[in-house]
């Protein structure tokens, strides 16, 4: 909501506009709802052959089965850059959202303090011992960890990916 409500304050976006957003799954969907709610023509770009659950949890929220964008299964997060930049170029009615990284490629700060938010709304009502974040590209891991850190929380991280992210995947097929 956060990213969606800064790009709207620019002027850089305005319900009905088409956006576009890449996940490994589980950060689509909410881009995919809250756009829905706002009134935006949400695009989901996700790695093919991936988890079947994430794909249709994504689907729930966009209006037909042509919004979801399978990229390449082979390079799963990795082969986001290779096909974003040419969809951009052949699609200027789009806008990518780009939840994950900022200019210089981490993750972005406005969704990572909008997940320490939640994190610091969730200690307000229950301690948090044992978090066990999907790691994706990074920001349902770090924006969270950030929340539990700033809080004093003593939290037991324990991430984990399946062996399709890019990180497992090139250890195991190098």
């Not at 040419?86 to 806008?95: E, Q, V």
Request: net charge negative; charged share 20%; hydrophobic share 40%.
């Amino acid at each position: 909501l956060a990213l969606f409500k800064f790009y709207e304050e620019q002027g850089r976006i305005k319900p009905r506009d088409k956006i576009i957003e890449t996940t490994s799954g589980s950060a689509g969907v909410s881009f995919a709802a809250i756009g829905r709610e706002l009134g935006y023509e949400c695009y989901v770009a996700m790695p093919a052959e991936g988890e079947q659950a994430r794909e249709q949890a994504v689907l729930e929220y966009l209006p037909h089965q042509q919004n979801l964008i399978l990229t390449s299964a082979d390079q799963y997060i990795a082969g986001f850059p290779e096909f974003i930049k040419p969809f951009l170029k052949d699609n200027k009615d789009f806008f990518f959202l780009n939840h994950s990284s900022g200019k210089q490629g981490s993750c972005n700060q406005i969704t990572l303090d909008s997940l320490a938010r939640i994190a610091h709304e969730v200690l307000e009502k229950v301690p948090v011992k044992v978090f066990a974040p999907a790691v994706g590209n990074g920001s349902s891991l770090l924006g969270p960890l950030q929340g539990f850190l700033e809080s004093g929380e003593n939290t037991f991280v324990y991430p984990f990916e399946t062996v399709q992210s890019a990180v497992v995947y090139n250890l195991l097929h190098p």
